[in-house]
């Protein structure tokens, strides 16, 4: 089975158009014969929902600090969000099923270690609270799903061993899942063409890095922010075998994933 995992955030797809659009050519690789894992987050939505409820959120190294508040608002503004995409397969003729990670145990996670992070000159250690690591994959389920043309649709909280809920960051799921699926391709859909050499410009987009490269631009700065857990996402991702690792721009009009069955070269390609 030729799976391809693909992820967007909330900033490459924002509202019903881009949902729809997105669903659009879903529907046409599916006609197409290829198995799609879908995982989306929703960082900007989360945040906006934090502040419209009087509340404060503070990201470090690209991930949210959680705690039991703003885990209850992601789980919330994730489910409305996953709803939402849900609509759009369904409108355009794809079956899909929508689960938070934690949903028939499909991933289990442990408590990210705290992460160092840079502040100003100084380096310091930020416990990130209810945030969680991928610790292991069942993917029988989603395969099941699969099997049955049925479309998995997955937003990130998952659970530990106990059963404690954490948020995990949606790429760092994406790749969890790739990685234990044996999937074909994983593609990330952001917000950029993909890695940029200058993040004012459009045009600086690297179109492939190998892992040497990414510790390159991390340590230099030109890597940052949410681009940071995209990277380390890619690096586990290909690690476990994942062969192909592409980010693309869910902004494109024309195609965001519609050529990814042609092998056609797009976005930035990450490769060992
Ligand atoms: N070198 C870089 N190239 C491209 N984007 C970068 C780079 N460094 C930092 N970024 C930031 O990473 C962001 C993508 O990560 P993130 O905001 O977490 O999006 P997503 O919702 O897709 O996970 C970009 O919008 C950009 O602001
Ligand atoms: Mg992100």
């Given at each position: 089975m030729s799976i391809y995992l693909m992820k967007f955030g909330g900033n490459a797809i924002r509202g019903k158009e881009d949902l729809d659009r997105l669903a659009a050519e879903m529907a046409q690789l599916v006609k197409k014969g290829a198995k799609i894992i879908l995982v989306?987050?929703?960082?900007?939505?989360?945040t906006a929902e934090?502040?419209?409820?009087?509340?404060?959120?503070?990201?470090?190294?690209?991930?949210?600090?959680?705690?039991?508040?703003v885990l209850k608002v992601a789980d919330e503004v994730l489910k409305g969000l996953n709803d939402d995409v849900l609509d759009s397969l369904k409108k355009a003729g794809v079956k899909a099923k929508g689960m938070p990670?934690?949903?028939g145990n499909v991933i289990s996670c442990v408590k990210k270690?705290?992460?160092?992070?840079?502040?100003?000159?100084?380096?310091?250690?930020?416990?990130?609270?209810?945030?969680?690591?991928?610790?292991?994959?069942?993917t029988e389920y989603l395969k099941d799903l699969l099997s049955q043309e049925v479309l998995p649709v997955i937003y990130p909280i998952c659970a530990d061993g106990s059963g404690s809920r954490m948020n995990v960051n949606a790429d760092t799921v994406a790749s969890g899942i790739a990685a234990a699926a044996g999937c074909r391709e994983l593609i990330f859909i952001t917000d950029v063409p993909g890695i940029l050499r200058n993040l004012k410009d459009p045009g600086s987009k690297i179109d492939s890095v190998t892992l040497e490269d990414i510790d390159a631009l991390i340590a230099d700065g030109t890597i940052s922010g949410g681009m940071i857990p995209k990277v380390e996402a890619c690096r586990k991702a290909i690690l476990s075998g994942v062969s192909a690792v592409r980010m693309v721009n869910g902004k494109d009009k024309e195609s965001i994933v519609s050529d990814v069955m042609d092998n056609k070269p797009h976005g930035t390609l990450i490769t060992r």
């Open positions: 989306h987050g929703g960082g900007p939505e989360i934090i502040e419209k409820r009087g509340m404060r959120t503070t990201m470090a190294g690209g991930f949210r600090i959680t705690d039991d508040e990670g934690y949903e270690e705290p992460i160092t992070v840079k502040d100003g000159e100084t380096t310091i250690t930020v416990d990130l609270g209810l945030v969680g690591e991928v610790d292991k994959v069942r």
